[in-house]
């Protein structure tokens, strides 16, 4: 017997080979449908894939053999990777190098054999598809031919497979980096938005703390922008999760308007949102694509616009029972599309022009992520637009209304009579509609002069007004503010009025003084009805309900520990908690955490999953390790996670944590999480009432604004400092 010598690239050959990874892997049926073939064509018995590596021939797909290998020394397919073309053995017996080889003198007793190489793109051959007989044999010049043929099928399996598999890693490799980037990204938004709740609770002029308010309401939008970003992987994939949830598209609309108030605001821009009423609001659907998307076309909406109005309006278009399709529109006065752009509109990395980038910014993700999202929903997406003519973007939605709609309004009918100073023709007709829908008595005027007849009018017949919106706009267009007139005027001096005011037109704090409330433009239907409610005087049963859940409890002798390695984190979660805990310490990693635990007890844990030395995960683990003595009772461990990634939270329950919550942490998250896990019963509770602020201010939700906590001077200070300290 003849044993082949080695090919003379072999150390590439075997290079080539690891890199498909296909050794000692599982059958599967393309490999063994292709052998299949190869022995029906070539009329033998037996067909292999074979593949050489050091010390043996690996059979990947075996037809008529029931065997996975042999040694290298007596293969025939060690010989066969020496030349190009089919290497065939008409009669092993006759043949010098195999007529005492045991594959010829025993089983399978091989006479005939026939193997096309299985050769690279780079021009490596791996090893062979053959075909085997018992019998002497020789193929036809088209047996060989398609033999041929087979074997590089084989080969661009081999291919497709690494291919696949590259592309498996590769998209691991992204989750990775996604999920490091969440981390990393979402832990100085958090430092900033906790700081800026912090001052929110500090005592502010109605003009700061419009501004925190708006701050704040960025940095919410900023971080509803990370979590877009690091979706994208998931939309494109088709994984895209859906919520199905009730939720007030009012409301929703309302956090629109109070997250784009200040862009518009900054370019003199009326953003109207909504145009008008929407009756009845409240929906089935996933409340935060439908902002994503809105957030969106709004945000392009102001970036292409620098002067006019930008309105978004929502309504049915058609309906059926509960079931309803909702158009939303975003309709802008700005520089408007031509056909050609509008085709590329929706292509990802797209923008109208080339200078479109260089002048307002942008990457050309939005319109795709939008499109996907909305056909993810079961919905249509599309623009119309003229040049110079402003654009109209729409998109349409299967919806459900809910069965048991909520109240538009808990005031009474006639509770209330309102008069409207507003110099825009848009707003005037959304307002006296809202009003109406809240069962509020309510007239609109244009001119100042005529709303003052109207008013005293009204007082003379012992019909007097409530309240009185003021447009800001037209506050300042008279010599005499209209508030003066009315505050001078013996006949209406009682008369309580409510500025709808601009963001970032901020005057003195005297100003301010004479309105009872303040509410800002783009006016939020939602924050201008809690207004007005709150300065009727009228005590309603929403209000109630509110009032008894506003008792916040304050655990006495709680000890919490706070695990996380950022250390504005640590002092803005330890500021959040000691509103209620007496006893707040703080660890930097997992380990000291475990020595922290080893000295005292603590009745709660929120353990940062992302740190150095020893990480969340495994520091839990440990904890419950250790807790498994019978001496050993079990501390509550939540996880404090930035990472907005799918399967975290599977992840830190799986390593044994109760709960998780997500970063940027929230005052009220807090709040819920401590009322779940230390039992007042068993710990003792105070309990204290926080005050609201006296200015109507904007808001996503007013009952989030009650809950804000007192803020520390000092603490704000220091952690306001640190955040700027640590952004790149």
């Known amino acids: 017997m003849k044993t082949a010598s080695l090919p003379d690239d072999e150390k590439q050959r075997l290079d080539a080979l690891y890199d498909y990874d296909i050794l000692d892997t599982e059958a599967e049926k393309v490999f063994d449908d292709l052998t299949q073939l190869a022995s029906e064509i070539c009329g033998t018995p037996i067909a292999l894939i074979s593949l050489i590596d050091p010390n043996r021939q690996w059979f990947k797909s075996a037809v008529g053999l029931d065997a996975s290998e042999t040694s290298r020394d007596i293969a025939f397919c060690s010989h066969a990777i020496l030349q190009r073309q089919v290497f065939e053995i008409p009669d092993a017996t006759q043949d010098d190098r195999f007529f005492d080889n045991p594959l010829v003198t025993g089983d399978p007793n091989i006479r005939f054999y026939a193997g096309a190489q299985l050769v690279t793109p780079d021009g490596y051959a791996l090893g062979t598809l053959c075909a085997i007989s018992d019998q002497p044999k020789t193929l036809t010049e088209q047996q060989r031919n398609a033999l041929e043929i087979l074997s590089r099928e084989v080969v661009s399996q081999l291919e497709l497979r690494k291919k696949v598999r590259q592309l498996e890693e590769a998209s691991q490799h992204k989750t990775d980096f996604l999920s490091n980037m969440s981390h990393e990204v979402r832990n100085p938004i958090n430092g900033i938005l906790g700081t ?3 001052l929110q609770d500090t005592p502010l002029s109605p003009g700061q703390a419009n501004l925190v308010n708006l701050s704040i309401k960025s940095s919410e939008s900023l971080l509803a922008i990370v979590n877009n970003v690091l979706d994208l992987s998931k939309i494109e ?14 409301s929703l609309l309302g956090d629109i308007a109070a997250s784009h108030a200040v862009r518009a605001d900054e370019k003199s821009l009326e953003l109207i949102c909504p145009d008008c009423y929407l009756e009845p609001s409240w929906v089935t659907g996933d409340p935060l694509r439908i902002r994503q998307i809105l957030n969106n076309l709004v945000g392009n909406a102001i970036k292409f616009t620098d002067q006019g109005q930008i309105h978004v309006s ?15 529109e975003v309709r802008d006065s700005g520089i408007g599309l031509t056909e050609e752009q509008i085709d590329k509109l929706f292509n990802r990395y797209a923008q109208a022009e080339c ?5 307002h910014g942008g990457t050309g993700l939005g319109l795709v ?12 997406i599309g623009v119309e637009s003229m040049p110079g003519e402003g654009t109209t973007f729409w998109f349409t939605l299967p919806m459900q209304y809910c069965s048991v709609q909520r109240s538009a309004s808990a005031l009474p009918a006639g509770a209330l009579k309102v008069l409207v100073l507003h110099g825009s023709s848009c707003y005037r007709p959304l307002l006296s509609e809202a009003l109406t829908a809240w069962r509020i008595d309510n007239v609109v005027f244009e001119r100042p002069e005529d709303a003052i007849l109207e008013l005293h009018k009204a007082a003379q017949t012992k019909q007097p007004y409530d309240l009185v919106l003021v447009d800001e706009s037209l506050e300042l267009s008279e010599p005499l503010h209209f508030t003066e007139q009315v505050t001078q005027d013996s006949l209406l001096g009682d008369l309580k009025c409510i500025l709808l005011s601009h963001p970032l037109r901020l005057k003195e704090q005297t100003f301010y003084n004479q309105y009872a409330g303040i509410v800002h433009h783009p006016i939020v239907l939602p924050e201008l009805y809690r207004c007005l409610v709150r300065l009727s005087g009228v005590e309603t049963s929403e209000e109630k309900t509110q009032t008894r859940g506003e008792g916040l409890a304050k655990i006495i002798d709680a000890r919490v520990l706070v ?4 250390e504005t984190n640590q002092i803005v979660a330890k500021g959040l908690l000691e509103k209620y805990v007496h006893h707040v310490e703080v660890a930097s990693h997992g380990r000291e955490a475990l020595v922290k635990l080893h000295h005292r007890s603590f009745d709660l844990i929120l353990m940062d999953c992302q740190m150095p030395v020893m990480d969340g995960l495994e520091a839990t683990r440990q904890i419950r390790q250790i807790q498994e003595a019978p001496d050993k009772s079990s501390v509550p461990i939540v996880a404090l996670s930035a990472n907005a990634m799918k399967g975290e939270a599977e992840r830190c329950r799986a390593a044994g944590m109760d709960d998780y919550l997500t970063k940027p942490l929230s005052p009220k998250a807090i709040e819920e999480c401590l009322l779940r896990w230390l039992s007042s019963e068993e710990k003792g509770v105070v309990q204290t009432t926080l005050g609201t602020p006296s200015i109507a201010t904007q808001a996503f939700d ?4 009650n809950s804000r906590l007192i803020g520390d001077h000092d603490l704000v200070e220091i952690t306001l400092t640190m955040t700027i300290d640590e952004l790149p």
Do not use: C, H, W, Y
Not at 314 to 328: A, D, I
């Open 237 to 250: 994939a088709g994984m895209i999760e859906l919520e199905s949830t009730e939720f007030d598209l009012l």
């Open 702 to 705: 007013s009952i989030a604004l």
């Open 563 to 566: 695990v996380d390695d950022n």
């Open 314 to 328: 929502v309504f049915p278009e058609t309906q059926s029972n509960n079931q309803v399709s909702m158009r939303f």
């Open 196 to 198: 800026l709740l912090l």
């Open 369 to 380: 992520i939008s499109k996907q999202l909305v056909e993810a929903m079961g919905g249509e």
């Open 355 to 359: 200078s479109t980038s260089r002048k």
